[in-house]
């Protein structure tokens, strides 16, 4: 899943004026569907709720399709410092991180004009960095990322979706211009941590709720 295309192109390209169809069966979704990861395909697809939920149950679809968790988590009690970043060797300010299992390891992918792009990742360095942090612990393999934003010489670091880092990582590839990514693509990257942020929910209040 280190380069799901199909997921992908939802995202980087001018919605069609059709309506958005659920994969599995065919049925009419909104725009705020929930996604799956066709873990055969390496690829997100749109579902509809109850595709959606029944995806949910164990063995279902002899475990093909998982479904895409809505839960978004932070760790105020682990900081990460300014040496984070080098030690990850990211060349962007921003990356995500998930569990493939099918590969049986990590990946780290970052924004790039040519989309989602994958990082050499050492688990060593992994364990330095993130290694402190429960989310690292509580990440579902396939269906959920770390988000990681570095500015300046501070790094934030969030639990979430998958389909929110490759949506990111299609609208930075649909605005970026020039070497840095241009106003645009930072707009949409603000954009995307401001609601990130909004939604987080502490990990201590996760863990009572």
Known sequence: ???????????????????????????????????????????????????????????????????VPARYLTDPGHRLGPRAWETLQIPVGVAFFFRNAALDRLVALYPSPAGATESELEPAAFDEVLGGTRLAALLEPDVEALLLRRTGDSCECHLVPIDVCYELVGRMRLLWQGF??????????????????????????????
Not at 31 to 45: F, G, I, P
Request: with cysteine; charged share 30%; hydrophobic share 40%.
């Open 180 to 209: 840095d990514g241009g106003a645009e693509a930072r707009a949409a990257l603000d954009a995307c941590f401001t609601e990130v942020r909004r939604r987080a929910r502490p990990l201590k209040e996760a863990e009572r709720a």
């Open 1 to 67: 899943m280190s380069a799901p295309a199909a997921g992908l192109r939802r995202f980087v390209t001018e919605r069609p004026p059709r309506p958005e169809l659920c994969e599995l069966c065919a049925t009419e979704v909104p725009e705020d569907h929930r996604h799956l990861v066709d873990t055969e395909q390496r690829a997100l697809v749109c579902a509809c709720a109850p595709c959606a939920v029944l995806m949910e149950q164990p063995g279902s679809a002899a475990g093909r399709f998982r479904a």
